[in-house]
């Protein structure tokens, strides 16, 4: 699970003139691992973004050239599935990373390589956590998300939300910006607007009565959200999504 070297800053870190930093390609592939393996075992969305926002927030603070990320990643879902009350077993989770990194390989048997790898993944576990902290409970989108999407069924009339995925592409848009940092850039409730934002956009569905009133909806549910801030949000996802065309 080795990763080719370069210069090496956190996952917070950002690019010239907005664009991606170096890592950002590395931390990219690694959070699609973490999703991959989660969904195989059977973690639901929330275990699964802890995961991702452990990882992300390990490598704000440290650098990506002292630490394998497979190896932080693993022991990120393991550290997510206890934080979230979705234990999941260290053989499960090494077996789902073997089949991941060896698709046509054998299941692991128990001998020393295997405990050697579950050794590493606890004594990893207790680094993190010293790095975090303890502090492995995150405020996630997805509540504000699923409120937000009720509010904004009962605005529009039945043929346009019936007619167009609207929620289906919010959803999958806040699934992807965790390959990302964006969980920790910006506020759970202004990130839930703007996938939502941008989910409206790509469909082309108008809020109704928007013109006429005093403010745009998604001022509605935060006062404090601004425009600038929905498009650096936006600008970031676009960001990963021109990432994902480029990666293999």
């Known amino acids: 699970m080795e990763i080719p070297g370069g210069r090496r800053r956190g996952a917070c870190s950002a690019g010239p003139e907005g664009q991606p930093a170096p890592e950002a390609r590395v931390h990219f592939r690694v959070a699609r691992f973490i999703m991959e393996a989660g969904v195989k ?25 002292a630490y394998d990320p497979y190896l932080i990643a693993v022991s990120s879902i393991y550290s997510a599935g206890k934080a979230e009350k979705q234990h999941l077993r260290t053989h499960d989770i090494i077996n789902v990373s073997n089949r991941y990194f060896h698709p046509s390989g054998e299941p692991l048997e128990l001998d020393s390589r295997f405990w050697e790898l579950r050794d590493s993944i606890v004594q990893c576990e207790l680094l993190m956590l010293r790095v975090l902290r303890f502090q492995v409970s995150f405020q ?66 108008e809020v109704p009565a928007e013109v006429k009133a005093e403010k745009p909806w998604w001022q509605v549910f935060g006062d404090d959200l601004t425009k600038p801030i929905i498009d650096n949000i936006v600008s970031d996802l676009i960001q990963i999504y021109t990432m994902d065309t480029e990666i293999p």
């Open 41 to 65: 075992l059977g973690m639901r969305s929330i275990p699964i973004a802890t995961a991702c926002t452990i990882y992300h927030k390990f490598f704000c603070d440290t650098n990506l050239d």
């Open 140 to 205: 996630h989108p997805h509540k504000y998300l699923l409120h937000y999407l009720v509010s904004l069924k009962n605005w529009l009339n039945r043929h346009s939300w019936q007619r167009t995925p609207v929620a289906v592409t919010a959803w999958a848009l806040l699934r992807d910006s965790y390959h990302g940092g964006l969980c920790l850039r910006f506020q759970a409730q202004h990130i839930a607007v703007a996938v939502l934002y941008l989910a409206l956009q790509v469909y082309g569905v």
